[in-house]
């Protein structure tokens, strides 16, 4: 009998320590997954912040001056023809009824109010800013034939004619022309 309640606990030892190494084991997963997560968080921060503090070379270096993503958009000053900040962009609207893929419309924050700039009162857009050919502003009012591509596309799900769902949308990458600024 002795020797029963020696082996008895003998295993109970052994059955302590394999736990006490599954613990640690799950503790080390738990910290180096800890320290991945935390490295795409700072990643994804660093991004933001490039991408917000106006680094224009890094949009131009991305798409060779030729593209912008609406994300390099959103927020950029607009300045009227004496360079005196207007606002900042707020959104930017298609009318597919007029043209369906130009960028119709850029609605400028200024204050509580907004103001909507129709894509030909535009003599260039930068990531430095957009300057104004002309001072004839009017004060946004929603359209129902008006798509806002922030409001309406961004962080939708597009779903195919079969009822799929498709994808969903992060950003938006428009195409600088010479006359606009189409999808």
Request: aromatic residues 6%; hydrophobic residues 40%; glycine residues 6%.
């Given at each position: 009998?002795?020797?029963?309640?020696?082996?008895?606990?003998?295993?109970?030892?052994?059955?302590?320590?394999?736990?006490?190494?599954?613990?640690?084991?799950?503790?080390?997963?738990?910290?180096?997954?800890?320290?991945e997560?935390m490295?795409?968080?700072?990643?994804?921060r660093?991004?933001?912040?490039?991408?917000?503090?106006?680094?224009?070379?890094?949009?131009e270096?991305?798409?060779?001056?030729?593209?912008?993503?609406?994300h390099?958009?959103?927020?950029?000053?607009?300045?009227?023809?004496?360079q005196?900040?207007?606002?900042?962009?707020?959104?930017?609207?298609?009318?597919?009824?007029?043209h369906?893929?130009?960028?119709?419309?850029?609605?400028?924050?200024?204050?509580?109010?907004?103001?909507?700039?129709?894509?030909?009162?535009?003599?260039a857009?930068?990531l430095?800013?957009?300057?104004l050919?002309?001072?004839?502003?009017?004060?946004?009012?929603?359209?129902?034939?008006?798509?806002?591509?922030?409001?309406?596309?961004?962080?939708?799900?597009?779903?195919?004619?079969?009822?799929?769902?498709?994808?969903?949308?992060?950003?938006?990458?428009?195409?600088?022309?010479?006359?606009?600024?189409?999808?």
């Amino acid at each position: 009998m002795g020797v029963d309640v020696k082996l008895l606990a003998q295993e109970n030892e052994l059955y302590i320590l394999a736990q006490s190494r599954d613990r640690v084991h799950k503790e080390r997963r738990c910290a180096a997954s800890a320290q991945e997560i935390m490295g795409a968080a700072q990643e994804l921060r660093a991004m933001k912040n490039l991408q917000r503090d106006g680094a224009a070379h890094s949009a131009e270096a991305r798409h060779g001056g030729e593209f912008l993503l609406l994300h390099d958009l959103l927020g950029l000053p607009v300045y009227d023809l004496k360079q005196r900040l207007i606002g900042r962009v707020r959104d930017a609207a298609l009318v597919p009824l007029i043209h369906p893929a130009r960028i119709d419309r850029y609605l400028v924050g200024a204050g509580s109010s907004w103001l909507s700039i129709r894509y030909d009162q535009i003599s260039a857009i930068s990531l430095n800013g957009i300057q104004l050919s002309n001072e004839k502003l009017y004060p946004y009012h929603s359209d129902e034939y008006m798509l806002r591509i922030q409001r309406d596309l961004l962080d939708q799900q597009i779903i195919d004619v079969n009822g799929r769902k498709v994808v969903r949308v992060t950003d938006v990458s428009l195409e600088k022309t010479w006359a606009s600024t189409n999808l």
